[in-house]
Nanobody, 120 residues
Framework: VQLQASGGGLVQPGGSLRLSCAVS????????MAWYRQVPGKQRELIAQ???????NYADSVKGRFTISRDNAKKTVDLQMNSLKPEDTAVFYC???????????????WGQGTLVTVSS
């Protein structure tokens, strides 16, 4: 199982970015998908998650600015980030709770990080 994240980069304050993450591998089912972020010296922080049925939850720091969405058929999860602030600068990681065909149990998987830098 692999999670491939993309879409990070440099953006000015007030700008927007869209992160995407695609799941690949021999998978039976994908449950909750999420985005986390981490800055140096701090713990990884959950910022948004979405259930298979589309129920979402956001950290207070991003509520109203970020939107998480998913496509169950394509096994992708996106994070639309608007009104970005310098304090949003971090490495962003996608995460998914996945049942592999070979194990038939749910385990947590991480994508590689993608750097988002908000700076003028």
């Amino acid at each position: 199982v692999q999670l491939q994240a993309s879409g990070g980069g440099l953006v000015q304050p007030g700008g927007s970015l869209r992160l995407s993450c695609a799941v690949s591998g021999r998978i039976v089912r994908v449950n909750v998908m999420a985005w986390y972020r981490q800055v140096p010296g701090k713990q990884r922080e959950l910022i948004a998650q979405i259930t298979r049925d589309g129920i979402t939850n956001y950290a207070d720091s991003v509520k109203g600015r970020f939107t998480i969405s998913r496509d169950n058929a394509k096994k992708t999860v996106d994070l639309q980030m608007n009104s970005l602030k310098p304090e949003d600068t971090a490495v962003f990681y996608c995460n998914a709770n996945i049942m592999k065909l070979s194990t038939l149990r749910f385990d947590n998987y991480w994508g590689q990080g993608t750097l988002v830098t908000v700076s003028s």
